[in-house]
């Protein structure tokens, strides 16, 4: 074997640059105000108001779940990208409310938007799930292993709440939002900032675990959080990370024409807009008022709806940051389509 040549293996190389082609939303269909949700908190409408920012919040029907937000959101950023779906190799959705282990949400929502045999699959990165999902489609097409990325943030948190629970219950929301990414002329979504601290995990998340709820030990796990921790860690932690996925785009604040953030809460919102030193001129995504916090469908929904209301941001800079359970983070920078 010595004296013979060692075969090469062939490496794939893609596009310099990739951009979002356009944004698909699906919102669940109830508008479900404070009032609903305050008897079994023992608590108010401004109480939620001041605490949060959310007035109401958008909810599925029980027989909507998170694939058919998924779907419709999908289709929508397809038809707008247009893209042949059938051009679309990579399908990536972020959910944290899928309600069974396997298949994966994304396989079948690449089979139903005529995608099929894209390769498929869910990542769990909470809140922070959309921005990671996004920093994998653009590595992915470079790289050259996709042409056309299919992102997803989908989730169903109606089905993870326990009404009487004053923690985090009464914030969540359910909804889809989908992007399509593909090869880009000009660089179009910048060098993601990401990462983790597990020392954490206990802040936010499920309050028991399958296993428990079968051998009868826990109730069906909802979801919980430890507010101040969160809180904190968001407002100072998280401004860092935003500071950084600025700098990795070699922008500043001021080249911004919008800051979409995790929708969690309006005043983890205000602080980042404060501690970034946001100008006048950058628009803020404030979705959450009407939509809740749908966890990592809040950023693509947030800027479908701020795209909806500001056509003028198209081909603008958006500063997008998600944060959550893990604990987990993600920002990049990206051209708005």
């Given amino acids: 074997m010595s004296n013979m040549t060692k075969p ?3 490496q794939s190389h893609g596009p310099a640059y990739t951009r979002i082609y356009a944004v698909g939303a699906a919102r669940g269909e109830n508008a479900v105000p404070n009032a609903d949700l305050v008897g079994p908190i023992d608590s108010s409408d ?27 959101s999908a289709r929508e950023a397809i038809e707008k990208s247009g893209v042949a779906p059938e051009l679309i190799d990579l399908v990536i959705v972020a959910t944290i409310s899928n309600v069974q282990q396997t298949p994966s949400m994304s396989a079948v929502v690449a089979d139903r938007v005529g995608a099929n045999p894209a390769a498929a699959y869910d990542t769990n990165a909470a809140c922070a799930g959309y ?87 826990a109730e069906w796990p909802t979801l919980r959080q430890e507010g101040q921790t969160v809180f904190r860690w968001a407002v100072w932690d998280m401004a860092k990370v ?26 983890i919102i205000d602080e980042f807009a404060k501690q970034l030193k946001l100008p006048e001129s950058v628009v803020i995504a404030r979705d959450i008022a009407t939509t809740g916090n749908t966890s990592a469908a809040s950023i693509p929904l947030a800027t479908h709806r701020l795209l909806d209301e500001h056509p003028e941001l198209s081909g603008g800079l958006a500063l997008q940051i998600g944060f959550g359970a893990g604990l987990v ?9």
């Fill in 46 to 72: 401004e109480w939620i108001q001041q605490r949060t920012g959310i007035v109401t919040r958008t909810r599925a029907g029980a027989d909507v779940s998170a694939l058919d937000l998924a779907t419709e």
């Fill in 329 to 337: 983070f993600g920002a990049q920078v990206v051209v708005l389509p």
């Fill in 8 to 10: 090469t293996l062939q």
């Fill in 131 to 217: 921005a990671y999902a996004v920093a994998q489609a653009d590595a992915l097409i470079r790289t050259g292993v996709a042409h056309y990325a299919l992102v997803i943030g989908a989730e169903k948190l109606s089905d993870v709440v326990d009404p009487t629970d004053r923690s985090i219950s009464f914030l969540l929301g359910d909804g889809a939002g989908a992007v399509v990414i593909g090869p880009s002329e000009f660089p179009g979504i910048a060098r993601t900032v990401w990462g983790s601290d597990g020392s954490k995990a206990g802040a936010v998340g499920m309050n028991g675990t399958l296993t428990e709820f079968r051998d009868g030990a």
């Fill in 242 to 267: 935003a500071k950084q996925a600025l700098d990795a785009a070699g922008v500043s604040a001021a080249d911004l024409a919008a800051f979409i953030p995790h929708q969690a809460n309006m005043r």
